[in-house]
């Protein structure tokens, strides 16, 4: 079926004045979102069936690592996931802590309603038909609304996929955070968004400016990270430059993610960012990746290892710097607070007027 338009969605940065002025009483913080999604083989092409849910039953003791640390998850839950009876009494029982929650994540290829051919670019939500768009993103929200009994407020497109329709659909349903955008990378090469120009900051978008951006958070290390993405992208035209360039110190872009990103690398890129002035750091991983075998990332018992180790360290060091996890809520609620809220005190017993 034709597009209603070209793949290869480029939005573009925000203005001084769309930036959330987080309270100053908010702090810096970090958050994590989890893509709870099917486990599938990720070197074969997409498809509609074939996929695996074994990776769920591992959500509980990584949600108790997590809560040990007190840091509360957001589950951007797909279709399979949202469909699925024993994921759901998991995942109800996760979300009994009062503080995680439930999010979408659109995966188009095994999203009903299935108007579209199976192509790469039609992997990429945002490329669909945005009547076809709209409908996945009805049947999704309506299945999450059916397992968990609560409306969907956050969003994040598989595969990053956003288009120039998704935020308009988004502030139709009510959602109030978007984390599609992931600062720095770009998809174009197979029809994907660009997010070359978007940067870490959060910022306000959609019609209305309903919606708040949270893009995942992305830094360039080493000593030439003043030349960030133009370099980058030079570098990226010349074979194997840019793993020289992150072999030898010079300049690496690097994710807040435990996957394919090294801890040392991922520990320099916390203090790049909080340098940078960066004030919500948002981190993720694949659920699948909790169980060795269902993502490229953590192959083994010793990669699942590896993959603890990391989040370890990294909440350590985020400990030692005296920044606080953000819940769901508590990052809907400040970044909807205006300019007088900036110097509120904490509530009367003590505690967090954000929440966690």
């Not at 573009?12 to 970090?30: H, I, K, Q, S, Y």
């Amino acid at each position: 079926m034709a597009r209603a338009h070209p793949p290869g969605f480029r939005p573009e940065p925000p203005t001084p004045a769309d930036l959330v002025a987080w309270p100053d009483g908010f702090g810096t913080r970090f958050t994590v979102f989890v893509d709870t999604e099917e486990g599938f083989d990720w070197t074969a092409p997409l498809a509609r069936t074939g996929h695996s849910l074994e990776a769920v039953t591992a959500l509980p003791e990584a949600h108790r690592r997590f809560a040990d640390q007190g840091v509360p998850l957001t589950y951007m839950v797909d279709h399979p996931i949202a469909t699925d009876a024993r994921a759901g009494d998991i995942l109800r029982g996760l979300l009994a802590d009062g503080v995680s929650a439930v999010g979408t994540q659109l995966h188009a290829w095994v999203n009903p309603p299935f108007d579209e051919a199976l192509t790469p670019a039609n992997s990429y939500a945002g490329n669909l038909r945005e009547a076809t768009e709209a409908a996945k993103l009805d049947a999704l929200g309506a299945a999450i609304e059916a397992a968990f009994g609560r409306r969907p407020v956050a969003y994040r497109a598989g595969r990053y996929g956003i288009g120039p329709a998704t935020l308009r659909l988004l502030a139709a349903r009510g959602y109030r955070l978007d984390s599609s955008m992931r600062a720095r990378y770009r998809y174009d090469a197979d029809g994907g968004p660009d997010f070359g120009a978007i940067g870490n900051a959060a910022f306000r978008c959609g019609p209305d400016k309903a919606i708040v951006e949270l893009p995942l958070t992305t830094v360039f290390t080493g000593r030439l990270r003043w030349g960030g993405a133009r370099l980058y992208d030079a570098l990226g035209r010349v074979p194997k430059a840019r793993g020289l360039a992150a072999r030898l110190g010079f300049l690496a872009r690097v994710a807040l993610t435990p996957e394919d990103m090294p801890l040392a690398d991922a520990l320099e890129a916390i203090a790049v960012a909080v340098g940078e002035g960066v004030r919500v750091l948002n981190f993720a991983f694949h659920s699948p990746s909790l169980a060795p075998g269902h993502t490229p990332y953590v192959r083994d018992a010793a990669d699942l290892a590896c993959f603890h180790r990391w989040w370890r360290a990294v909440l350590a060091d985020l400990d030692r710097r005296g920044i606080r996890a953000a819940s769901l809520d508590a990052l809907i609620a400040a970044a909807a607070c205006a300019t007088p809220c900036h110097r509120a005190p904490l509530s009367a017993n003590g505690g967090d007027r954000w929440g966690l």
